[in-house]
């Protein structure tokens, strides 16, 4: 089976400050791992995802994150917080022959602070 | 349409009512998700249709739930009996399902559930 944990339910940054979200994963297989994030009243919108190809991942809106399989993570960064960054960040973890079922974490709000 | 969508956008019923919830999926998707986010639960996985057969319901809480799928495209998940821990929102998730796992998945907004 498949789980995943993030590391702090709520982070607060300056805008202009480095963006870290931590996920860890467990999984007894290669895992296929995605962040989502979710806008107040909107649905989850993908933001990367790492399918066993390059480690370091880069998504949309400046997101990147790094598969480190020894340390069973993939935590999310920007360099740089905008205002509009504001979000719940969700973490995922699935596995080949599973039908793309997603495992989530319990989810990270992000919040930015002028 | 261009992306998923669910409808109702939000549901207020009685506790022992039933309820329908409607998925429509991004056009030419074979696979389609349910999923439900809850405060005291944080976000599930309910149930996966590919093409109108559901090989996985392993997360569908009780036998209150089904749900069904028809001509490879919109699906409804339907609550019997509903109770107030029904209460969340359930979203749906269609993907292209070419990639054994790895396809994007595209959510809809949800259907915000109310039990009363």
């Known amino acids: 089976a498949q789980s995943v944990t993030q590391l702090g339910s709520h982070v607060s940054v300056s805008e202009g400050a480095l963006v870290l979200l931590r996920c860890n994963y467990s999984s007894s297989v290669p895992p296929y791992l995605f962040w989502y994030v979710q806008y107040p009243n909107q649905g989850l919108q993908l933001l990367l995802k790492?399918?066993?190809?390059?480690?370091l991942v880069k998504g949309i809106n400046g997101f990147e994150a790094e598969f480190k399989k020894s340390e069973t993570s993939f935590h999310l960064t920007k360099p740089s917080a905008h205002m509009s960054d504001a979000a719940e960040y969700f973490c995922?973890?699935?596995?080949?022959?599973?039908?793309?079922?997603?495992?989530f974490g319990q989810g990270t709000e992000l919040s930015v602070k002028p | 349409g261009a992306g998923v969508s669910q409808s109702p956008s939000n549901k207020v019923t009685e506790k022992g009512k039933d309820v329908e919830l409607r998925c429509d999926p991004i056009s030419g998707h074979t696979a389609l998700y349910w999923y439900r986010q809850s405060l005291g639960q944080g976000l599930e996985f309910l149930i996966y249709f590919q093409g109108n057969s559901a090989p996985d319901k392993s997360g569908l809480p009780s036998d209150r739930f089904s749900a069904e799928r028809t001509g490879g495209s919109v699906s409804t998940l339907t609550i019997q009996r509903t109770q107030q821990e029904d209460s969340a929102v359930y979203l749906c998730a269609s993907s292209a399902q070419l990639a054994g796992g790895t396809d994007t998945q595209y959510f809809g907004p949800g259907t915000r559930l109310t039990v009363l």
């Open positions: 995922a973890v699935s596995t080949l022959n599973q039908g793309g079922k997603l495992i």
């Open positions: 790492y399918t066993s190809a390059a480690t």
